[in-house]
């Protein structure tokens, strides 16, 4: 089998098991920068909402004045491959604060001896989640991703596709969710940029636009900065049944290997 017959295999079987809106725990577009065989990675992602819902359609606790919070733990199994473990936590007043979900997260990267012109990767996350939180109690999510850096000019696109295995939309076919994300290195120490996240409605049935899910970020994120991750930003929501502002902030630390080979 040829290169270019494994590389359509590869995007097919994306898929083939793969669109949710983007929730506010973990709030990332994805991209195919790999990292070193052995390597663990922790990052913490937050957000604060000012401005939420206040009530839910689907009866969940409302999002007005709530931190959001994702403990996340990942092991590069190859310098393609990597899996974590991500712990959700809620803190709100009126009885808000809780543990609200795990979900098991995995990154496949395309190696580069195949020499696409653009990145490719796919994500595979499996969610278990508090039904007062989520309209959904187990999800699948599978999203193909597309990358190119260009020069200092970087661009990534997400397509998310979501099935919910129980919960309110468990007889529901795969929900589409694209997001993107576009930034600018400058003096090799900071990109600033836009991310954009959304939430259509099913693949058979496209919501109106006054229920669809639109936020756009302006973000920064931070460049050779040793180990450290960083990425923040401002967002707000575009349509009536988004949350209208909120703040968003990844931090972590890559560890080369310190800890031994899992």
Known sequence: MNN????????????????KAQDNYVIEVHGT??????????????CYVFNGVNNSSYGTVPSNHLWCSALEFSHWFSNHFESSVVAYYAIGDNNRTNYTATHFHNLLILPKKYKLPFGLGVVADLGFQNKN????GITLEVAPIIDKQFSKLYASVNFSFVKSFDGY???????FSPSFKINYLIQNKFAPGIEYYSGLGTLNNIG?????????????????????????????GVSPNTDKSLFKLI?????KDKFGRL
């Open 4 to 19: 270019y017959k494994k590389i359509i295999l590869f995007f097919f079987f994306s898929i083939a098991f793969s669109a």
């Open 33 to 46: 920068e790999t990292n070193n065989e052995h390597d663990i990675v922790f990052q913490l992602h937050a």
């Open 208 to 236: 109106p636009l006054n229920q669809q899910q639109h936020q756009v970020f302006f973000t920064l994120d931070g460049f050779n900065i040793g180990d450290w991750i960083l990425n923040f930003g401002y967002g707000f």
């Open 133 to 136: 939180y989520f309209a959904d």
């Open 251 to 255: 931090i972590g630390m890559k560890n």
């Open 169 to 175: 939309n468990k007889n529901q076919s795969l929900s």
